[in-house]
């Protein structure tokens, strides 16, 4: 399984961007996507993330609630993150991680967990 991010760039403070992230190979079912962000000397922290296919409260993180709207097309195994008035505090390399099930080339299922190659989002000021 992997995953593909696409969206990121450089956008002045109070711009928007939309990140995607789409899970390709063999997919049986995807339970939780979500994003991660690291920016440069610190920590990967969690973004925004949504539990399950079958619905459930999204997490966000605290310095994103209101701002950033995470959705997902189950039907595509795509995730979104709306991002709105973005601050120069945003600025990191967003990556998608997502956890499910997948049909191994002998036909059993196994549980898989995989993170996207990341897509840079620069704010400036």
């Known amino acids: 399984v992997q995953l593909v991010e696409s969206g990121g760039g450089v956008v002045q403070a109070g711009g928007s961007l939309r990140l995607s992230c789409a899970a390709s190979?063999?997919?049986?079912?995807?339970?939780?996507m979500g994003w991660y962000r690291q920016a440069p000397g610190k920590q990967r922290e969690l973004v925004a993330m949504l539990p399950s296919s079958g619905g459930g409260r999204p997490n966000y993180a605290d310095s994103v609630k209101g701002r950033f709207t995470i959705s997902r097309d189950n039907a595509k195994n795509t995730v979104y993150l709306q991002m709105n008035t973005l601050k120069p505090e945003d600025t990191a390399d967003y990556l998608c991680?997502?956890?499910?099930?997948?049909?191994?080339?002998?036909?059993?299922?196994?549980?898989?967990?995989?993170w996207g190659q990341g897509t840079l989002v620069t704010v400036s000021s």
């Open positions: 190979g063999s997919v049986l079912r995807v339970h939780a």
């Open positions: 991680n997502a956890v499910g099930v997948e049909v191994s080339t002998a036909g059993n299922h196994r549980s898989f967990g995989v």
